[in-house]
């Protein structure tokens, strides 16, 4: 095997540091936005090898070795475009590309302001705001200390997170946003943690989820949104919503009031999210177990310990929601929490389609998925679980991709069936994906799985007695088009003291990002291979590493989240988390993979105060980049705001586009 290390003089000696067992965050932060596991949250308790563990070998063995590794040929897709056929989308056998990198921007610099910043010669726009009706009859903008349920319901949600575009004929698009959860804090004037009203809850409720939205090119200010748009959209917590695959219809998804297990009210915690080949959204719940009170009071066993591995509470939750609805309360609906933690599929470009919880995808803290398709024409779907010492997947379809499915059918059903899978990874640079199949390695039903379906909903469990290796926060995971490698975005984990493979450092606070090789450039190949891109940090921590650049010309950045490329494969990195490592607020950071600048990071914006830059995306000619800027102000009060971005008042999460002043290219 040879290894795709270049320059391993560059690579950086790790040693054992200090653990922070502790999160300096405020209970709220860690639970709900960052998904950090300190006091609050369930750790994994299995003795399953962690990443650092694996990884510090395979640094050891990997300064003896030369060589690189030739990314083989891949059948990479883009998204469809709104409303066309998925033949546009037909995938080619694609090399690394010879052009440079196109990066030409000066880089900002670190600050703790309360205003986005970008470079000289580009402006930044707020597009959406919470609040900002997507429908006339929502009877215009309401005001943040005033919005009814009513508005909320036909009004752009809270903390907006993952943002997809889909283009349409004539400077048009399509903006498909997550909003993940609620600051009740900020949005509500006297809100009480102990005492919120039932109005408040269901404005919360009905904030959740995600607006799909219609937007237009303005010649001269840029993107706005069209109101009463065909394909604008809201769902939320209140949304019917079917299950498929395996796991539906399933005993342990039967409620009282769902007996059949095929349907549930709601989508929560959207984190983030990808556009599938065939034009459809892939979103994700993730921390979904804040939501749920007295997981302590279930009588089961098995649903008990399913419960504690996911890190439900035990007693009364935070929100305090079970006060108002019984499937909140899981000692009266222990099965509810089961229905929560799936990858969901909408269809925007039809508003009246069916939303559906794919149960073949596994039950996780799902933070994203790409999709592409297989040398063999099956969808295979990366994600990762977001939580410290879990876990990263990927599915593969039974079915193939059908490039001129026009009307969805085929395309459609492929994730309802297939083979989930969970990454093991090897000191000498190799992995395995192991597959999480009922009654093979110990799936069976003498421990705790009955069928596929069981396998599926305690997915975490499966993949525990799978040995699967334990990772620091897997984030995003997204697959280059230009080259078909996959980067893997791992935050963070204070809690690490010991290392492994892939997560090289103990107490490792500022994060990395891994490059993982398909072998013989098939996605849906059982084995791969694996270097590490990026050890994030200040550059003048001597464990930072940045593919083998000089650090003294890069970007001090930490806490990658999540990621997107843009035309010419230039990785472009949001973080979540950053203040706690370097002297700035989170930011926007581009890095080209391929050529001379490989790990030439350099910061192209910064957010504002107490944000964390949640998601980023580039319309298809790459001259907008959007972003969401979530929980502004966040550890503060509406009536104490500690920022009032971004129209002086009170802290409103809002979708912000770029552009070049020139009209040309983001980064250039």
């Not at 099965?335 to 996780?364: C, I, S």
Request: hydrophobic share 35%; glycine share 10%.
């Amino acid at each position: 095997m040879r290894l795709s290390f270049s320059k391993l003089d560059k690579l950086p000696t790790i040693a054992a540091g200090p653990d922070n067992t502790m999160c300096n965050a405020t209970p709220t932060r860690c639970r709900w936005a960052c998904g950090n596991q300190c006091a609050h949250s369930e750790p994994n308790v299995s003795t399953n090898e962690t990443f650092t563990a694996v990884s510090q070998r395979y640094l050891s063995r990997r300064r003896v070795l030369q060589g690189g590794l030739a990314a083989g040929a891949l059948l990479v897709l883009k998204a469809t475009p709104l409303g066309a056929s998925p033949a546009t989308a037909h995938g080619h056998k694609t090399e690394a590309s010879t052009e440079g990198s196109g990066l030409a921007f000066e880089p900002i610099s670190l600050t703790r302001g309360d205003q986005v910043v970008v470079p000289a010669g580009y402006t930044s726009r707020v597009l959406l705001r919470w609040g900002d009706p997507l429908f006339h009859r929502a009877g215009g903008s309401a005001d943040p200390g005033t919005i009814t349920f009513e508005q909320q319901l036909l009004a752009f949600g809270y903390n907006c997170d993952y943002v997809g575009f889909l283009p349409l004929p004539g400077d048009r698009g399509v903006l498909a946003v997550n909003h993940e959860y609620t600051n009740p804090e900020l949005m509500f004037s006297g809100y009480s943690a102990d005492n919120p009203t039932k109005t408040q809850v269901d404005i919360e409720l009905a904030a959740h989820g995600m607006s799909v939205v219609e937007i237009r090119r303005h010649p001269r200010t840029g993107w706005q949104q069209q109101l009463d748009g065909r394909y604008s959209r809201r769902i939320h917590g209140f949304t019917p919503i079917e299950f498929s695959g395996p796991a539906a219809g399933n005993t342990l998804l039967r409620t009282t009031e769902d007996p059949t297990g095929k349907s549930v009210l709601g989508m929560l915690n959207n984190c983030g999210a990808g556009l599938t080949p065939w034009g459809t959204v892939l979103t994700c719940e993730e921390n979904f177990n804040q939501y749920f009170a007295n997981a302590g009071l279930v009588t089961d066993p098995a649903t008990r310990t399913s419960h504690q591995r996911y890190g439900l509470t035990t007693g009364a939750s935070e929100r305090k929601w079970e006060r108002f609805y019984s499937r909140f309360d899981l000692a009266q609906e222990p099965n509810e929490a089961y229905r929560y933690g799936w990858v969901v599929e909408v269809d925007p470009a039809d508003p009246g389609a069916p939303v559906r919880k794919h149960t073949a995808l596994g039950r996780f803290k799902h933070e994203a998925t790409s999709t592409v398709i297989s040398m063999g024409g099956r969808a295979v779907v990366y994600m990762g679980d977001d939580e410290r010492f879990d876990y990263m997947y990927k599915f593969v379809s039974d079915g193939t991709f059908d490039a001129h499915d026009s009307n969805g059918k085929v395309n459609r059903t492929l994730l309802e069936n297939g083979t989930l899978y969970v990454a093991r990874f090897h000191d000498d640079g190799s992995g395995q994906w192991l597959p999480l199949r009922h009654g093979e390695a110990g799936l069976t039903a003498e421990n705790g799985f009955a069928d596929q379906g069981e396998v599926l909903i305690k997915t975490r469990l499966a993949a525990d007695r799978l040995g699967a290796t334990k990772m620091d926060r897997p984030e995003d995971i997204e697959v280059n088009p230009k080259t078909g490698k996959v980067y893997a975005v791992m935050t963070n984990n204070s809690r690490r003291t010991e290392p492994n493979g892939p997560n090289p450092r103990p107490n490792n606070r500022a994060g990395h990002i891994i490059e993982i090789t398909a072998a013989a450039g098939d996605h849906a190949a059982a084995a791969f291979e694996w270097d590490i891109f990026m050890l994030c940090g200040n550059t003048s921590d001597p464990t930072t590493y940045f593919a083998g650049y000089p650090k003294e010309e890069v970007s001090p950045i930490a806490c990658p989240d999540n990621v997107t490329f843009d035309n010419r494969g230039n990785l472009w990195i949001a973080t979540d988390g950053m203040p706690a490592v370097l002297p700035g607020n989170d930011g926007v950071f581009a890095v080209p993979i391929e050529g001379e600048e490989r790990g030439y990071v350099r910061q192209f914006l910064s957010g504002v105060q107490g944000c964390e830059i949640a998601s980023l995306t580039l319309d298809d000619s790459n001259e907008t980049l959007f972003v969401t800027i979530q929980h502004p102000g966040e550890g503060s009060t509406f009536e104490s705001p500690s920022s009032r971005w971004p129209d002086g008042r009170v802290p409103r999460p809002s979708l912000v586009f770029v552009t070049k002043d020139d009209g040309g290219t983001i980064g250039s």
